[in-house]
């Protein structure tokens, strides 16, 4: 099946320092979508993405959808303890509709803070 | 409004029995996702469904069943539940294709 990947598994910072995180796949996107998931809880959407090049801000989290359609990065500026949580990206596949319609999401990214 | 809201949110079965796993939205989608998480393994899709009376298996269908009768309603069923099936499950929804997804709270569910 199509794959989205995230690498590492974890990620350990310190309070106030700037993270990146970057999501790739072999297939073409027509959206990326990039959740948040704290511990016992849903993951939360933090940044929708729908076309290729387009860079969105939401506060101190920044996200761009990759020219080739196939990648996708967040970066946190500032961390502080609460930017503690799983990071997901996720993304519909180009040509939506039936199987298409489907979300694929990668494993994620646990990212740790250190006070 | 409440979004997605799925219940129970916790459950305990013995390997053999079955159970339903509810899921409801209140804001009219017509894609509704049933996802299970398993530790560091991300959200895998059980079934999809893009309408009432529409429904599609996902990745990791096997051992599972849904129904859409309603636009709001999209139950999760395990006929004989076993241990492989203790995870955490996450129902969505979403307005349309390509769109962002609401996702519940979840239910965790461990086989005995």
């Known amino acids: 099946g199509q794959q989205l990947n995230q690498s590492p598994q974890s990620m350990f910072i310190q309070e106030g320092e700037d993270v990146s995180m970057n999501c790739t796949s072999s297939?073409?996107?027509?959206?990326w979508l990039w959740y948040k998931q704290d511990p016992g809880e849903g993951p939360v959407l933090l940044i929708a993405?729908?076309?290729?090049?387009e860079l969105t801000s939401n506060g101190r989290l920044t996200a761009q959808f990759g020219i080739t359609r196939k990648d996708s990065f967040l970066n946190i500026s500032a961390s502080i303890p609460s930017d503690v949580g799983i990071y997901f990206c996720?993304?519909?596949?180009?040509?939506?509709?039936?199987?298409?319609?489907?979300?694929?999401f990668g494993k994620g990214i646990t990212l740790s803070v250190r006070p | 409004n409440a979004g997605v809201t799925q219940t129970p949110k916790f459950r305990i079965l013995k390997i053999g029995q079955s159970m339903t796993l509810q899921c409801a939205q209140d804001?009219?989608?017509?894609?509704m996702y049933w996802y299970r998480q398993d530790p560091g393994m991300g959200l895998k899709l059980i079934y999809y469904?893009?309408?009432?009376?529409?429904?599609d298996k996902g990745e990791v269908p096997n051992g599972y069943n849904v129904s859409r009768s309603t636009t709001e309603d999209f139950p999760l069923r395990l006929e004989l539940a076993a241990p492989s099936q203790t995870s955490v499950y996450f129902c969505?929804?979403?307005?349309?294709?390509?769109?962002?997804?609401?996702f519940g709270q979840g239910t965790r569910l461990t086989v005995v």
């Open positions: 969505a929804s979403s307005s349309g294709v390509a769109t962002e997804a609401f």
């Open positions: 297939s073409i996107f027509n959206t």
């Open positions: 993405l729908y076309k290729a090049g």
């Open positions: 996720a993304g519909h596949l180009v040509g939506g509709g039936g199987a298409n319609s489907k979300l694929t």
């Open positions: 804001m009219n989608h017509n894609y």
């Open positions: 469904s893009v309408g009432a009376g529409i429904t």
